[in-house]
């Protein structure tokens, strides 16, 4: 949507895209960040999932050119019970869906084994709001998040500060699946 540009902007730089990539977007809404993708990248598949049939339909009209060249699929699922093919994504992301995790664990476990070796991937939310910290967003993050990306082998996670967009803070966590 149109009022997180600038989380998304951000969001799309961390990815890093290289030419052939495959992405994957947890919870691609209305589809912006996979038009940002489709416009300035050269990544050869992008995957949006969400759990809307409503944000799909506006996710397919809104990408529909790259859709029809297959570069872009569009398709429904939901968050909580992911299932794709191991090593098919060199980049997975998802922003402001991290609240409605149920399962954590379970979601970054079957990221790791949908990333291909050396893919990465990027969560992006808000921590904050003027100053306020979500304490129980942050402690999402510290108790579950951050221990479990590191208990399904990914390396190099870290908690990255991003913009602050309509005085919500907006944050980060990175992680790599090794190369091994």
Not at 138 to 161: I, Y
Not at 163 to 180: C, D, E, I, W
Request: hydrophobic share 40%; net charge neutral.
């Amino acid at each position: 949507m149109r009022q997180h540009q600038p989380e998304t902007e951000w969001t799309v730089n961390l990815l890093n895209v290289q030419k052939e990539d495959t992405i994957l977007e947890l919870g691609c809404g209305a589809g912006y960040a996979i038009e940002r993708l489709v416009h300035q990248s050269l990544a050869k598949q992008i995957v949006g999932v969400d759990s809307s049939s409503t944000m799909i339909r506006s996710a397919q009209i809104r990408n529909k050119q790259a859709i029809r060249s297959n570069q872009v699929n569009i398709v429904y699922g939901d968050l909580n019970k992911l299932a794709f093919p191991n090593e098919q994504f060199d980049k997975v992301f998802t922003i402001h869906t991290l609240y409605f995790w149920e399962n954590i664990s379970g979601t970054l476990a079957t990221l790791y084994h949908a990333l291909k070796p050396g893919g990465h991937f990027v969560i992006t939310f808000c921590d904050s709001k003027n100053d306020v910290m979500w304490t129980g967003v942050r402690d999402l993050v510290q108790v579950e998040l951050l221990p479990a990306a590191k208990k399904h082998g990914f390396s190099d996670v870290t908690f990255v500060e991003g913009p602050v967009s309509r005085q919500f803070h907006t944050v980060a966590v990175m992680g790599y699946k090794p190369l091994n």
